[in-house]
Structures are given as structure tokens and as C-alpha cells.
């Protein structure tokens, strides 16, 4: 969601804080700004839309200062305008803020009865009107922020700059990541270690509740009792190559591409150098003593949930429940003994996920994580996190992550399977064998790009799509839905094809297109029998199969994509290549933006 950036440096702080706000561009934002201290003088510049137009702003209004703060806002409280970006400035500070201040309410009343006037809709601008008012009772910077501090309620990642003071940051982080990164007498701040990248790759992240005296030769970090609490700093590899192009057009075409290869690396994490065993990093986990598993996560990560779902029910006989987290604690489930908690989140910030795995913390016997991200606070809080090692993905839309998040949960389930007795050794060594050759399955998948792109420029023509499946394929049915309502703006849903007879088959005629997920499995049948359903009713049927899929019920639909052959097992990850293709090329067809879709967020760290 929103990014925030700050910097104590050696040069001239206004070009750093943009080029960093650009590598938080995935993050999803509506405006931009930027503050500085120049000769002790306080200033700031802001921009609704994209950061060019704050570059522009900043050609013709430069801002000069080696210290200074930045944001990239995705609006919650107040419109996206100019006069709701971020800095926040009251009389002698500026803050950024990411997060939403609940008691914001409260914390107005008390600055109206001191008469203190506002100018913004936002939540973010009683911190910034509470540090000054403390400021203006005569309070240092550092206790005047310890005091607001003290008074907000919510989720807030923060960053105080302070007029007069060009050697000082205060950072705060509860509920919104925020890491400190250290260089040779500069220091910065970031909402995450990508904004830091090319400043330095030493870093230490807040924890819960601590906030932060920087200097460019010092930090000083208190935890939530007002004890010292410095964090360890590590070294952190960011490979800059996955924050760039690659020469692709889009982030979202060059992350589609790279699936094969990131898979490899996924595959070859979990699985031994014979290709007979899964090997997890310690802990570990012992399937054989595990009763029950609960899944929970959000979006896309939701549905690579649901299609494991199948496999750890299928395979390995172990019952699982899914839960959409923003539902989860609120219905307050009851937790049996035996119960392990798996959450998945590409970003192991998103803030509904977080909130329900602690929830579970002294529930479960155990909570483990698929996470892109191991120095996020889902992975750092979790007794065993999974690295799903798909890389910095910088689209909005999830592509390889959700590949990498099935193959984990994949290579999970088997694990399972084996260790609960329900498949033998020589059983596991197939399966893993099928699975470590689904990269060179998936390079032959992409071969459908120049088809797809040919239906895609028919699908633009819609105005509304369905998406049909069966088994595990019906969560991916989801998926495709969920792809292209990202990124073309075409309203699109899924629904079990059993389903679609009780009810849905009422919206299909010759304009709706209904995209068929059927590959030759156990199912194939059944699905095939509903997509007839569709076709007696004059429907647009795309039927996306294998060829032998093809060959039996291929005649007389409206269009074909053809996949390679594969276990049925191993088909949702597969399939999740022309779930993307087909919402990339139509949303190509359609002029969208592609890796910012308009009010969405890559990493959603509010609930």
C-alpha cells in the first residue's frame, strides 16, 4: 500500500526520495510528495498521480536539503487530491504516514477544544497537527513525537521530519512495516528493503510497537515499554535485476515469463538433490500429528489455498478449513488440539493476514507460513516459514507468486500424503518426479502467448465474462476471474460448473463470454456435460483443455487454447498461465494500466 521513504544522506535528499518512491510504484498509490530540511528550513512538494508529475512539480519548484522524507499515498481517509498528500506538514513538522489511525476522531476533538484548525479529510494529518501542538508547548522533536506516539491508536508506519533539525528522523512502526537501513554516515528509512536497494543492504525492521531516534551516526530504537531495543542489522540480497523491465513492456509480462525459472529454484528448495524426498528447514513439521489444518489469506493468496485445499483433503487425507482472513478472528473459530495455522501472503505484510496468525498464536500447535518475503512480520512471527522463492514481484497482479505459492503447497501436500500413509515412498518419488518437471512444462505453456493474445482482443469486446471449472480447477476459475477484473476492468465470475444450473445460466447469451477450464482428469466429464449446457443456450464457450480434451469436445465452440498435457495433480498451476495471459492481452486490448490497475494495492497493510 501506501510507501514511505526517508533519508539522512550526503547529497541532495529530493532526487534519492523519488528514485525510491519509483521502487514502491508496486505498492499501489494515487499521489506523491516529498519534504526536506534546507538551512533548517522545512518545505515540501506534492502531486496527485503518477510520480512524474511530482518530478515535473519538482523541476519547476525544486527542493533543496540532504535530509528529507517521501510517500506514495493509496488513499483511505480523504480524496486523492493534492491537499490529502502526504508529507503531512503542521507549523515545524512533517510526517508520512502509512496505515489508518482509528482514534483519528478523538485525537481532532482534542485538538479543535485547543484550537487547533485542520485543512485535510485524512486521518494522517491529526499526527502531524499533535506533534506541532506538543512542539508548541514547548517539547523537544524526540518527546514531542514520543507523546503523540503514545496517543494513536491503529495501524502506522511513520516518519517524522522536523523543521530546524537536518540530522534527525523519528520512525514508528505498529501494524505497517518499516525497516532502517544504515550506510557510511547516512542512514534511511523505507516502508521495505526494495526503497533502500541501491542506498544499502544493511538493515534492521521495527518491530512491533518500537519507535526509532535516527541521526545520520546513530539510531536509537525503543521498543512499546519505552526500553533501549536496537534490532539486529543484517545484510539483505535484493536481486535489483527483478526491479527492472528486462526489456518486457510490462513487470506483469516479464514475472509471467519468469515462472519456469523461479519455479526451478522453488522445486529445488524443498525437494533433495535424488528427487525422492521433501526436506523443510528446522523445525520442521510432522504431518503424521497434525488433526486438522487451517488456511487463511487474501486474495489470490485465497485461492491458492482453496486448490490445496483439494490436494491435502485428496492426497493426504488431512481435513482443512479456508478462511478469507479479513473474516477470520471476527467469527472467532473454535481451535481443536492438533490444529496447525498455514497463512499465505506474498508480501507477509498484508494486514488482515497478520491479524488473524495472531489470533492464532496460543491456539494452534502450530503456525507456518508461505511467505515471498522472509524478513516480513508473517514470516518473522511464524514458528516455520516457507519461502515460496518467486522473487520481487513488482506487478499488482500476482503472477509468479501464485505459481510459487501452489508448488509450495504442492510439495506440502505430498508431504503430507507420505508421512500420514496415504502414498508410499515409490508414490512420493513420482510425484515429486512430475513436479520437477513442470518448468519445462510451463515454458511450453507460454507458447500459447500469440493465441491468447488473438481471443484476448475478442474478450475486450465484453462486458461481462464467466469463468467455469470443476475440482481444484474451479479456485483457479476464480483466479482467471480475479486476473482480468484487475487489470482489464471487465466484470467477470467464477462459479463451480456444477453450479452454474442453479442460477448463473440465466446470464449466459451470445455476449457473455464463458471460458471453460477443462483438462482431461477424473472431472472432465462432468465439466464438459456443463459447458454443453452453455452452448444449447447460444454461449460463447472458450474451452481451455488439453489436446485430447480438444479432440473429444472441442467441436463447436467459440474458441480453443491448447495445453500441454500434464498429472492432473499438477494441472491448477499449470492452468494459471492462460488465466494470465488472457487478463494480460485483454487488458493490452483494452488501454488499462497494467501493472497499477487503478485502486488496487500490491501490499495491503490496512484492514
Known amino acids: 500500500m501506501c510507501g514511505i521513504v526517508g533519508v539522512l544522506g550526503d547529497h541532495e535528499a529530493a532526487p534519492i526520495l523519488v528514485e525510491a518512491l519509483k521502487r514502491l510504484e508496486y505498492r499501489g498509490y494515487d499521489s506523491a510528495g516529498i519534504a526536506t530540511v534546507n538551512d533548517l528550513k522545512l518545505d515540501r512538494r506534492r502531486a496527485v498521480g503518477k510520480l512524474v508529475n511530482l518530478s515535473d512539480l519538482l523541476v519547476h519548484e525544486p527542493l533543496a536539503g540532504k535530509s528529507g522524507i517521501g510517500h506514495t499515498r493509496w488513499a483511505t481517509h480523504g480524496a486523492p487530491n493534492t491537499g490529502n498528500a502526504h508529507p503531512h506538514k503542521a507549523g515545524g513538522v512533517a510526517v508520512v504516514h502509512n496505515g489508518i489511525i482509528e482514534n483519528f476522531r478523538e485525537l481532532r476533538e482534542f485538538l479543535a477544544a485547543n484550537g487547533v484548525?485542520?485543512?485535510?479529510?485524512?486521518?494522517?494529518?491529526?499526527v502531524a497537527l499533535l506533534a506541532n501542538y506538543y512542539l508548541d508547548q514547548g517539547l523537544s522533536p524526540r518527546d514531542a513525537a514520543e507523546q503523540t506516539i503514545a496517543r494513536l491508536e491503529g495501524a502506522y508506519a511513520l516518519c517524522f521530519l522536523f523543521d530546524g533539525h537536518d540530522d534527525l528522523l523519528i520512525a514508528a512502526r505498529k501494524g505497517s512495516p518499516l525497516a532502517i537501513g544504515h550506510g557510511d554516515g547516512e542512514m534511511f528509512v523505507g516502508s521495505d528493503a526494495i526503497a533502500l536497494a541501491p542506498m544499502t543492504d544493511k538493515i534492521c525492521y521495527l518491530e512491533e510497537g518500537d519507535w526509532a531516534v535516527i541521526t545520520r551516526n546513530s539510531v536509537e530504537i525503543r521498543d512499546a515499554a519505552g526500553q533501549i531495543a536496537n534490532r539486529d542489522v543484517r545484510t539483505i540480497a535484493i536481486d535489483t535485476a527483478h526491479v527492472d523491465k528486462g526489456g518486457y513492456k510490462h513487470f506483469m509480462a516479464k514475472e509471467i515469463a519468469e515462472q519456469p525459472t523461479v519455479l526451478q529454484g522453488a522445486l529445488a528448495h524443498y525437494i533433495n538433490a535424488e528427487g525422492t524426498n521433501v526436506t523443510l528447514p528446522d523445525p520442521g513439521l510432522d504431518f503424521a500429528k497434525v488433526e486438522r489444518l487451517t488456511m487463511v489469506?487474501?486474495?489470490?493468496?485465497?485461492l491458492a489455498c482453496m486448490v490445496a485445499k483439494y490436494w491435502f483433503e485428496q492426497i493426504a487425507g488431512l481435513p482443512v478449513e479456508v478462511d478469507v482472513a479479513s473474516e477470520f478472528r471476527y467469527r472467532e473459530p473454535p481451535v481443536t488440539p492438533g490444529t496447525?495455522?498455514?497463512?499465505?501472503?506474498?508480501?507477509?505484510?498484508?494486514?488482515?493476514?497478520?491479524?488473524?496468525?495472531?489470533?492464532?498464536?496460543?491456539?494452534?500447535?502450530?503456525?507456518?507460513?508461505?511467505?515471498?518475503?522472509?524478513?516480513?512480520?508473517?514470516?518473522?512471527?511464524?514458528?516455520?516459514?516457507?519461502?515460496?522463492?518467486?522473487?520481487?514481484?513488482?506487478?499488482?497482479?500476482?503472477?509468479?507468486?501464485?505459481?510459487?505459492?501452489l508448488t509450495t503447497l504442492a510439495i506440502l501436500a505430498l508431504k503430507a500424503a507420505h508421512e500420514r500413509g496415504k502414498i508410499s515412498s515409490t508414490e512420493l518419488a513420482d510425484k515429486l518426479s512430475n513436479l520437477r518437471a513442470l518448468p519445462g512444462i510451463l515454458n511450453l505453456a507460454l507458447g500459447i502467448e500469440e493465441r491468447s493474445s488473438q481471443?484476448?482482443?475478442?474478450?475486450?469486446?465484453a462486458r461481462d465474462i464467466l469463468f467455469l471449472g470443476r475440482g481444484a480447477m474451479y479456485p483457479l476459475a476464480h483466479e482467471g476471474a480475479l486476473k482480468l477484473k484487475e487489470i482489464s476492468y471487465i466484470h467477470a465470475e467464477a462459479y463451480a460448473s456444477g453450479e452454474l444450473k442453479h442460477g448463473p445460466i440465466a446470464l449466459v447469451d451470445q455476449h457473455v463470454p464463458v471460458i471453460v477450464m477443462a483438462p482431461t482428469d477424473a472431472l472432465f466429464d462432468k465439466t464438459i456435460s456443463n459447458m454443453q449446457e452453455v452452448m444449447a443456450r447460444g454461449g460463447k464457450v472458450l474451452l481451455i483443455t488439453d489436446q485430447q480434451g480438444a479432440k473429444i469436445a472441442g467441436e463447436g465452440v467459440w474458441d480453443t487454447l491448447i495445453m500441454p498435457q500434464i498429472d492432473p495433480f499438477l494441472a491448477p498451476i499449470l492452468y494459471a498461465v492462460p488465466a494470465?495471459?488472457?487478463?494480460?492481452?485483454?487488458?493490452?486490448?483494452k488501454g488499462t494500466d497494467v501493472d497499477q490497475p487503478r485502486n488496487l494495492a500490491k501490499s495491503v497493510t490496512v484492514e
Open 117 to 126: 484548525p485542520f485543512e485535510t479529510d485524512t486521518d494522517t494529518e491529526t
Open 297 to 302: 489469506a487474501c486474495g489470490t493468496a485465497y
Open 340 to 405: 496447525v495455522a498455514l497463512f499465505v501472503s506474498q508480501s507477509g505484510e498484508t494486514a488482515d493476514t497478520l491479524a488473524a496468525l495472531r489470533y492464532m498464536e496460543g491456539k494452534a500447535a502450530k503456525i507456518v507460513s508461505v511467505v515471498n518475503v522472509p524478513e516480513s512480520s508473517i514470516a518473522r512471527e511464524s514458528d516455520l516459514p516457507l519461502p515460496i522463492l518467486a522473487g520481487t514481484e513488482i506487478g499488482v497482479a500476482s503472477t509468479k507468486a501464485f505459481t510459487c505459492q
Open 455 to 461: 481471443i484476448a482482443a475478442k474478450l475486450a469486446e
Open 580 to 589: 494470465q495471459l488472457l487478463a494480460y492481452h485483454t487488458a493490452i486490448a
